[in-house]
Protein backbone atom coordinates (compact mmCIF):
# COMPACT_ATOMS: atom_id res chain seq x y z
CA UNK A 1 0.00 0.00 0.00
CA UNK A 2 0.83 3.35 0.01
CA UNK A 3 2.57 3.37 3.59
CA UNK A 4 5.33 0.69 1.99
CA UNK A 5 3.25 -1.91 3.70
CA UNK A 6 3.05 -4.51 0.95
CA UNK A 7 6.20 -2.92 -1.15
CA UNK A 8 8.28 -6.82 -0.46
CA UNK A 9 5.28 -8.79 -1.01
CA UNK A 10 6.64 -10.27 -4.36
CA UNK A 11 9.67 -11.36 -2.71
CA UNK A 12 9.34 -14.89 -1.32
CA UNK A 13 5.69 -15.90 -2.30
CA UNK A 14 6.24 -19.52 -1.50
CA UNK A 15 6.60 -18.72 2.11
CA UNK A 16 3.25 -16.99 2.23
CA UNK A 17 0.00 -19.16 2.87
CA UNK A 18 -2.94 -18.38 0.56
CA UNK A 19 -4.98 -16.45 3.11
CA UNK A 20 -1.56 -14.01 3.55
CA UNK A 21 -1.69 -13.39 -0.15
CA UNK A 22 -5.77 -13.02 -0.54
CA UNK A 23 -5.42 -10.58 2.12
CA UNK A 24 -2.42 -8.69 0.07
CA UNK A 25 -4.75 -8.90 -2.58
CA UNK A 26 -7.80 -7.29 -1.04
CA UNK A 27 -5.42 -4.74 0.54
CA UNK A 28 -4.17 -4.01 -3.12
CA UNK A 29 -7.23 -4.15 -4.97
CA UNK A 30 -8.82 -1.63 -2.70
CA UNK A 31 -5.83 0.83 -2.98
CA UNK A 32 -6.11 0.63 -7.00
CA UNK A 33 -10.17 1.59 -6.75
CA UNK A 34 -8.93 4.61 -4.56
CA UNK A 35 -6.16 5.73 -7.02
CA UNK A 36 -8.37 5.29 -9.41
CA UNK A 37 -11.46 7.30 -8.41
CA UNK A 38 -8.47 10.15 -7.54
CA UNK A 39 -7.90 9.95 -10.72
CA UNK A 40 -11.75 9.76 -12.53
CA UNK A 41 -12.14 12.90 -10.00
CA UNK A 42 -9.18 14.80 -11.58
CA UNK A 43 -9.72 13.94 -15.20
CA UNK A 44 -13.08 15.27 -14.19
CA UNK A 45 -11.30 18.79 -12.85
CA UNK A 46 -9.03 18.60 -15.93
CA UNK A 47 -12.32 18.28 -18.39
CA UNK A 48 -13.86 21.08 -17.07
CA UNK A 49 -11.27 23.53 -16.75
CA UNK A 50 -10.69 22.91 -20.15
CA UNK A 51 -14.01 23.44 -20.97
CA UNK A 52 -13.94 26.81 -19.38
CA UNK A 53 -10.95 27.89 -21.08
CA UNK A 54 -12.32 26.75 -24.16
CA UNK A 55 -15.24 28.93 -23.75
CA UNK A 56 -13.63 31.97 -22.89
CA UNK A 57 -10.89 31.71 -25.51
CA UNK A 58 -14.04 31.26 -27.84
CA UNK A 59 -15.91 34.55 -26.38
CA UNK A 60 -12.70 36.73 -26.86
CA UNK A 61 -11.96 35.38 -30.34
CA UNK A 62 -16.20 35.88 -31.36
CA UNK A 63 -15.21 39.68 -29.76
CA UNK A 64 -11.89 40.14 -32.08
CA UNK A 65 -9.84 39.39 -29.38
CA UNK A 66 -5.87 37.64 -29.41
CA UNK A 67 -6.40 33.31 -28.83
CA UNK A 68 -2.42 33.28 -28.82
CA UNK A 69 -0.68 35.54 -27.10
CA UNK A 70 3.32 36.20 -27.05
CA UNK A 71 3.47 34.26 -23.77
CA UNK A 72 2.08 31.04 -25.39
CA UNK A 73 4.45 31.40 -28.25
CA UNK A 74 7.47 31.74 -25.60
CA UNK A 75 5.89 29.03 -23.68
CA UNK A 76 5.45 26.55 -27.06
CA UNK A 77 8.67 27.32 -28.21
CA UNK A 78 9.93 26.37 -24.68
CA UNK A 79 8.48 23.07 -24.78
CA UNK A 80 9.50 22.28 -28.59
CA UNK A 81 12.99 22.99 -27.15
CA UNK A 82 13.35 20.95 -25.01
CA UNK A 83 13.59 17.43 -24.78
CA UNK A 84 10.83 15.76 -22.95
CA UNK A 85 10.31 12.30 -25.30
CA UNK A 86 7.68 11.29 -22.98
CA UNK A 87 8.84 12.62 -19.67
CA UNK A 88 6.22 13.62 -17.55
CA UNK A 89 6.79 17.26 -15.95
CA UNK A 90 5.78 15.89 -12.56
CA UNK A 91 8.34 13.86 -10.55
CA UNK A 92 5.62 11.01 -10.11
CA UNK A 93 7.98 9.59 -6.85
CA UNK A 94 8.22 12.79 -5.35
CA UNK A 95 4.26 13.01 -5.93
CA UNK A 96 3.66 9.46 -4.31
CA UNK A 97 5.89 10.37 -1.49
CA UNK A 98 3.51 14.24 -0.98
CA UNK A 99 0.14 11.69 -1.25
CA UNK A 100 1.75 9.34 1.40
CA UNK A 101 2.22 12.54 4.06
CA UNK A 102 -0.98 13.98 3.55
CA UNK A 103 -2.82 10.65 4.54
Same mark, same amino acid.
Request: hydrophobic share 35%; proline share 0%.
Given at each position: ????? %???? #? @??? &????? *????????? #? /?? &????? $? /?????? %?????? +???????? +?? !??? &?? !????? $??? *???? +???????????????????? @? !??? *????
Amino acid at each position: MADGK %HDDV #L @IDL &ESKSN *DELRAVLND #L /YE &EEQKI $S /YRRRVL %HGKIDI +LRAELVSR +LK !GER &EG !GGDVI $SGG *DVER +LIEILASDLRGVSNVDVAEA @I !GDE *DEKA
